[in-house]
């Protein structure tokens, strides 16, 4: 007789398999739209003007971050919220690094803010921003290769999974959550995340502040 056994999950526990990934997903989802939906209605409203018109570029870059910080702030506590749901209150131990853990939530969260910020100054349209926030973000947990393997799939799933920082987030997610892998192996999932973010921030940021001076890109849908 055969008798065979998951690694790292021996229960079978989808529980353990899919709670704790949908957590993320959910979140990421909503930070992006958020974090597009808050840069987007300055232009829709028109108050990109008043806000950072006439000010220097170093000024209004920290006027953005700082826009940004408190939509990192809240989804940080609600990830860290979502660990303790999976670890406490659930009873499935972290097998890894718990500070790992949360860092890779806050690499997460900086790749889809550069995402975001990039969407919203190629479009300078909130609404289209906001379209493509959902289809990018929304995509992500059937192409990370968490739940739906990806390695003998079409081309073209294999390189949408790699240009979507939660493929990396999943992988991370499983080597400190549940295999218990070394620090240094989950550090190049951080790496590939953190990439999204100046990447997303040197081709939006630009336009978007430059946009404080166009009144015409201002008031579209």
């Known amino acids: 007789s055969v008798r065979s056994t998951i690694l790292f999950n021996p229960q079978g526990s989808y529980e353990l398999q899919l709670v704790a990934l949908i957590h993320p997903a959910v979140l990421h989802l909503?930070?992006?739209?958020?974090?597009?939906?808050?840069?987007g209605r300055e232009l829709r409203d028109g108050s990109i003007g008043p806000w950072l018109s006439g000010r220097s570029a170093g000024y209004a870059t920290v006027a953005v971050?700082?826009?940004?910080?408190?939509?990192?702030?809240?989804f940080m506590t609600w990830g860290i919220a979502a660990t303790a749901y999976i670890a406490g209150l659930r009873g499935w131990p972290i097998a890894g690094s718990?500070?790992?853990?949360?860092?890779?939530?806050?690499?997460?969260?900086l790749a889809y803010t550069g995402v975001?910020?990039?969407?919203?100054?190629?479009?300078?349209?909130?609404?289209?921003?906001?379209s493509a926030a959902g289809l990018y973000a929304g995509a992500s947990f059937a192409f990370a290769g968490a739940v739906?393997?990806?390695e003998s799939a079409s081309a073209f799933a294999r390189?949408?999974?790699?240009?979507?920082?939660?493929?990396?987030?999943?992988?991370?997610?499983a080597e400190q959550l549940v295999m218990g892998s070394a620090a240094e192996q989950s550090f190049r999932q951080l790496l590939i995340m953190l990439i999204f973010l100046p990447i997303g921030l040197a081709v939006g940021l630009?336009?978007?502040?430059?946009?404080?001076?166009?009144p015409a890109v201002w008031g579209r849908r």
């Open 148 to 150: 739906f393997p990806v």
């Open 98 to 109: 718990p500070l790992l853990l949360f860092a890779g939530y806050a690499a997460m969260y």
């Open 116 to 130: 975001a910020v990039m969407f919203v100054g190629l479009t300078l349209t909130m609404g289209t921003a906001l």
């Open 206 to 214: 630009p336009r978007y502040l430059a946009a404080a001076q166009q």
């Open 65 to 74: 971050c700082g826009k940004l910080l408190p939509y990192l702030c809240v």
């Open 30 to 39: 909503i930070f992006m739209v958020a974090v597009t939906g808050a840069l």
């Open 159 to 173: 390189v949408w999974s790699v240009l979507l920082p939660y493929s990396s987030f999943a992988k991370l997610l």
